[in-house]
T-cell receptor
Framework: ELKVEQNPLFLSMQEGKNYTIYCNYS?????LYWYRQDPGKSLESLFV?????AVKQEGRLMASLDTKARLSTLHITAAVHDLSATYFC??????????????FGKGTSLLVTP | NAGVMQNPRHLVRRRGQEARLRCSPM?????VYWYRQLPEEGLKFMVY????????ESGMPKERFSAEFPKEGPSILRIQQVVRGDSAAYFC??????????FGEGSRLTVL
């Protein structure tokens, strides 16, 4: 069974600070996703990482993937209040019958304070 | 191009009743996935369907739950004889077969 673990699960940080969210997964997969979810809302796709060493950046968020270590990171630079949300990483299940079904971590609830 | 449409957005049922959740995928998407999200948890895969076929239902509870994606009309997730533990947000996602899933806004089921 593919397990996806995120840490921390809860994060409170001050505006302007930097921080990294970690996502470890237990078996080989060739696709890793980061999503953002606001309370009561759906999931917004942030990044899709497809290969070892992949790095993608959008605004204050940067995601990277190390397939050998089975680790992805989501780095937040100079946080602002608008980044407050829950962030999920998700890994493809790898079963050929599963299409692109994903296995999600429990999420990291981020609160950015003044 | 409308996104993935789910309805109802909120549904309240008493124990023992049936819940039907509908999902219309994005135009041109023939792959549909259902996920369940319990409070403070990530999404759990339930079932993957293509038109008229269930491809993978390994995440579906063995009893009371069923899903379909008919040739015409939306995909439906059906929960019979609901229990309080079924209270959750149910998300549908669609895909054109490429590598990205597009999620709907979810249906929040409350069982009294």
């Amino acid at each position: 069974e593919l397990k996806v673990e995120q840490n921390p699960l809860f994060l409170s940080m001050q505006e302007g600070k930097n921080y990294t969210i970690y996502c470890n997964y237990s078996t080989t997969s060739d696709r890793l996703y980061w999503y953002r979810q606001d309370p009561g809302k759906s999931l917004e796709s942030l990044f899709v990482l497809l290969s070892n060493g992949a790095v993608k950046q959008e605004g204050r968020l940067m995601a990277s993937l190390d397939t050998k270590a089975r680790l992805s990171t989501l780095h937040i630079t100079a946080a602002v209040h608008d980044l407050s949300a829950t962030y999920f990483c998700a890994v493809a299940l790898g079963n050929s019958n599963s299409g692109y079904a994903l296995n999600f971590g429990k999420g990291t609830s981020l609160l950015v304070t003044p | 191009n409308a996104g993935v449409m789910q309805n109802p957005r909120h549904l309240v049922r008493r124990r023992g009743q049936e819940a039907r959740l509908r999902c219309s995928p994005m135009k041109g998407h023939s792959h549909v996935y259902w996920y369940r999200q319990l409070p403070e948890e990530g999404l759990k895969f339930m079932v993957y369907l293509q038109k008229e076929n269930i491809i993978d239902e390994s995440g579906m509870p063995k009893e009371r739950f069923s899903a379909e994606f008919p040739k015409e009309g939306p995909s439906i997730l059906r929960i019979q004889q609901v229990v309080r533990g079924d209270s959750a947000a149910y998300f549908c996602a669609s895909s054109p077969g490429a590598r990205e899933l597009f999620f709907g806004e979810g249906s929040r089921l409350t069982v009294l």
